[in-house]
């Protein structure tokens, strides 16, 4: 049986008359390592192409496979390794790992969010979607470039974006963390509006590989990442938890995991998840993260060994920075990581640890507790659905305070195992705490307070030699504005 994803594609070509349209396709479709490579990666992100015969949906099956790389490739594998979910072991994925990464490997991530395929796109399928009245698939292409840049803007802190993709600006200027994401937080308002608006052309269901242009799904979408947004500033202002638990409570509820956004892949070549095409490709770059390991191993969840693969006759071994052993278990691409997994980028159980969180930092503390063990119960039930029967994952009772906020987080954490949002959870609050089963510190690096854990990502060496804009004395351990204690 085909795929979704290549009978979206079909329907896509089939309505496709124009020569160049068939090529920018192909181009995008052919396998390689993150679904990207070659000279586009090499391009002035503010040079825009001539795209005047290119429709907006065409653009928009263009941006979805480009994001996917931005979400799932380098810039996941890093968060990961940060967060020590996984480890590095090889190359620059050791240097990495041991906070000394080099800046040059942010470069064709952060090219794909602002070139072809990125920003770029996602601007002209916006303008041409408008003057067609296209509305959902103008919001559509909205939610995408919210997600992305404010994701980016949680990864680096200021970044390029009121003057990004336009052909005036060449070198432009730096926003500010927080003009970039409540510019974000208004165009996902903006997006609500116009799926609500609706359109009178045939809905672009064949390419959306999201939701099929299903507005409900969209718009409860657009609340949980609003919700994940003001989140992220609450260590700022307490007030922020009012503000994302309302959106919340608007946000995605399904547990069946059917409102989920997540990527679209399948077992055809071109179409693979990203991890599994990268960790086929390097089998010993990656590894387990000692910290993620210990965590499963000391609460009795059964998540590690759905999670990895066992190393040898040792079972599932994960790494620390600076530990010696390098036979750390492998992601399980044999079993759920396989060619088909589909990363959720924002899902039920996300939602559900927002709604706990803010409850808590509210002074709703048997209403978090509530919704922790609900959550629980749902994640539980549905590793069992995908076929791991004696899936077991713990349960909380009589737990209040500060330990009730460290068991919300921790279990956030093991959720959303690589999930680039990890980072800004512990950013806020502390949790996980970086040790190992012997209580000994997993941090590494050096700071003017001796050992730490990287709070952002080194900009780009592009950007940096060819952008007078961009921020200097460059440095991991920089905070970020929404995190400044």
Not at 209 to 232: C, D, M, P, Q, V
Not at 350 to 377: K, P, S, V
Request: glycine share 6%; with cysteine; charged share 20%.
């Amino acid at each position: 049986m085909e795929s979704k994803f290549s009978i979206s594609i079909k329907l896509v070509i089939m309505k496709m008359k124009n020569t160049a349209i068939l090529i920018l396709l192909t181009s995008l479709f052919i396998s390689c390592e993150d679904f990207l490579s070659g000279p586009l990666l090499d391009q002035n992100p503010n040079e825009v192409d001539d795209v005047s015969v290119v429709s907006p949906e065409a653009l928009l099956v263009g941006s979805q496979v480009t994001m996917y790389g931005v979400m799932e490739g380098y810039l996941n594998r890093a968060v990961s390794m940060v967060m020590q979910q996984m480890s590095g072991l090889q190359t620059d994925y050791y240097r990495d790992y041991n906070c000394e990464p080099i800046d040059i490997n942010t470069n064709g991530r952060w090219t794909a969010m602002y070139g072809t395929g990125g920003l770029i796109d996602m601007n002209t399928t916006q303008r041409v979607a408008n003057e067609q009245e296209k509305f959902i698939l103008l919001a559509i292409s909205q939610m995408w470039e919210a997600l992305i840049f404010s994701t980016a803007a949680d990864l680096w802190g200021k970044i390029p974006y009121s003057q990004a993709a336009n052909s005036e600006f060449s070198q432009p200027k730096f926003d500010s963390q927080e003009e970039v994401h409540f510019a974000i937080l208004n165009l996902i308002d903006e997006a609500v509006e116009n799926f609500e608006k609706g359109q009178v052309f045939a809905l672009p269901t064949a390419y959306d590989f999201s939701f099929g242009a299903n507005t409900e799904k969209w718009i409860a979408a657009a609340h949980t990442l609003k919700s994940r947004i003001y989140l992220n500033w609450a260590e700022t202002n307490n007030e922020y938890y009012q503000l994302a638990l309302q959106e919340a409570e608007l946000g995605i509820t399904d547990m069946s995991g059917q409102g989920d956004w997540k990527a679209l892949h399948s077992a055809a070549i071109a179409e693979r998840s990203v991890w599994f095409q990268f960790i086929l490709s390097n089998t010993d770059y990656m590894g387990a993260g000692k910290l993620l390991v210990d965590m499963l191993e000391r609460d009795n969840d059964s998540r590690s060994s759905i999670y990895f693969l066992n190393s040898s006759s040792d079972g599932i071994v994960g790494v620390s920075p600076g530990d010696s052993v390098q036979n750390a278990s492998m992601l399980n691409i044999t079993g759920h990581f396989g060619m088909n997994w589909s990363p959720e980028f924002l899902s039920w159980y996300e939602n559900n640890f927002i709604l706990a969180e803010c409850h808590f930092n509210l002074g709703n503390q048997d209403q978090a507790l509530t919704i922790l063990n609900e959550t629980l119960n749902g994640i539980e039930q549905r590793w069992r659905s995908l076929g791991y029967a004696n899936a077991t994952i713990p349960r909380y009772d009589d737990i209040s305070n500060n330990d009730l906020l460290e068991a919300i987080m921790n279990e956030k954490y093991k959720a959303l195992f690589l999930n680039i949002q990890t980072w800004s959870d512990w950013r806020r609050t502390g949790y996980p705490t970086f040790t190992d089963s012997q209580n000994n510190s997993t941090e590494c690096g050096s700071t003017s307070n001796g050992v730490g854990v990287p709070r952002r990502l080194l900009y780009p060496e592009k950007e940096k030699s060819s952008n007078p804009n961009c921020p200097t004395g460059d440095d991991i351990y920089d905070r970020v504005e929404n995190d400044p204690f």
